[in-house]
């Protein structure tokens, strides 16, 4: 049996916790976001997730009599993990995917279990992500016009995961990009766990005034993008600045009311129409959606015929 409450909780010979928030029966962590941690200080995890989580202890997979769990790349972030459970089934919990090459990781693969359980966070038909290739294109233009203009480029992205994308992206294109402490923290582990993600400067040094005389990127959360971040590095420096913000959610919405410029529709998920091929493709018996829109993808999966429900149906 496959439940919703302390994450997901896979019952059977042993008690196999995904995600949880609480540390009970055997834990197992797909990867470091804060929305899939919890008060969980050891479980099954990979080296990167338990060092960019401050795990105190993992072990990367689990053999225990007839139970197997093992860790398959996700395409996420740095570490983030699919896991496979053998315990008389098939299961597998795809946790946070992408099934698309991003500049830093390769995409997760598909895999084909029994009961396969997977994450709806962009489960809605308008959820349709371009190439990133393309989007790195769109972003690579719009900031070196705007540096050849004389603006500053502050580009905002969630701190763990995307910001570290840019970070690369920034370096592909010729610039070391200033950051904030969160986001520089982050590069940091990532540098530090053999991530290549080029060159970087923490916002606030000597270094970084000195770099933002002349026209920048400047790399910060998304809560800081648009207005926030315009206006303080004008006042700093007396500089036009544009803000832009690099989310799936783009896709739908384009922020201007925060003061941002541009939005891009650069995604560290699977869009909807991934999703949906992802489970044709599982051959899954039984699926379960979980996380954003599962209501909805579990209804649209059913009328292509496939077994699905959302978790938090009750």
């Known amino acids: 049996m496959i439940t919703e409450g ?78 496979e459970i053998l315990n008389g089934h098939h299961i597998a919990y795809t946790g946070d995917i992408r099934l698309r090459d991003s500049i830093l990781f ?72 200033i950051v904030t402490r969160e986001i520089w923290e982050n590069n940091e582990r990532y540098s530090q766990l053999g991530e290549d993600i080029g060159g970087y400067i923490l916002a606030g040094t000597e270094e970084a005034m000195e770099t933002a005389r002349d026209p920048s990127v400047f790399l910060v959360p998304m809560n800081l993008a648009g207005w926030k971040a315009k206006e303080a590095l004008q006042l700093s420096y007396g500089r036009p600045t544009v803000s832009g913000v690099a989310t799936g959610w783009a896709t739908v919405f384009t922020f201007k009311s925060k003061g941002v410029d541009r939005a891009f529709p650069l995604s560290d ?13 599982s051959g899954a018996k039984q699926i379960y959606t979980v996380h954003g829109y599962s209501n909805e993808l579990a209804m649209h999966l059913r009328k292509l015929g496939l077994n699905a429900r959302s978790l938090q149906q009750k």
């Open 106 to 177: 390769e995409a997760g693969e598909i895999l084909n279990p029994d009961i396969l359980i997977i994450e709806s966070t962009f489960g809605l038909p308008k959820f349709r992500f371009p190439d990133p290739l393309d989007i790195y294109e769109q972003i690579e233009r719009w900031t070196r016009t705007n540096l050849n203009a004389g603006r500053h480029v502050v580009i905002g992205g969630y701190a763990l995961g995307k910001s570290q994308e840019l970070t690369k992206l920034a370096n592909e294109i010729g610039e070391t990009p």
């Open 269 to 281: 998920h699977a869009d909807f129409y991934d999703l949906v091929r992802y489970a044709k493709e």
């Open 6 to 83: 302390n994450g997901i909780e896979v019952h059977g010979p042993a008690r196999i916790i995904l995600d949880g928030k609480r540390e009970e029966g055997i834990n197992v962590i797909s990867h470091a976001h804060k929305d899939h941690l919890g008060r969980v200080n050891k479980a099954i995890a990979t080296r990167e997730t338990a060092v960019l989580a401050g795990l105190e202890g993992y072990k990367d997979h689990l053999v225990l009599d007839d139970l197997k769990i093992r860790l398959v790349n996700a395409g996420h972030i740095l570490g983030s993990s699919q896991v």
